[in-house]
């Protein structure tokens, strides 16, 4: 079993920042990429940042105000957000892709975290 959890998002005012963390535990040999996506409502999820094997890509809304990090020997992905705009406002799920210590290969989901920008 393996599970995603991330932590630290909230409520802030345009321009502040927010850094969400995600950290990935159970029977796990090895990540691949990892990283976030984010849901606004009425809208589909989207990805945010993602990095693996060198390579990191990031979405264009979010290019020089976001910046993705990992320290792998945690498993934890972060995102650094700064300068927020209400258009930022979702749900952001942390995602993996894991192979697990039994063998399989697969995708893994966080439950997400809420992140509102508003004055």
């Known amino acids: 079993q393996v599970q995603l959890v991330e932590s630290g998002g909230g409520l802030v005012q345009p321009g502040e920042s927010l850094r969400l963390s995600c950290q990935a535990s159970?029977?796990?040999?090895?990540?691949?990429?990892m990283g976030w996506y984010r849901q606004a409502p009425g809208k589909q999820r989207e990805l945010v940042a993602i990095?693996?094997?060198?390579?990191?890509n990031n979405a264009d809304s979010v290019k020089g105000r976001f910046t993705i990090s990992r320290d792998n020997a945690k498993n934890t992905v972060y995102l650094q957000m700064n300068s927020l705009e209400p258009e930022d406002t979702a749900v952001y799920y942390c995602?993996?892709?894991?192979?697990?210590?039994?063998?399989?290969?697969?995708?893994?989901w966080g439950k997400g975290t809420q992140v509102t920008v508003s004055s």
């Open positions: 159970g029977n796990i040999l090895d990540i691949g990429p």
């Open positions: 995602y993996a892709v894991v192979t697990s210590t039994w063998g399989s290969y697969r995708n893994y």
């Open positions: 990095t693996g094997g060198g390579i990191t």
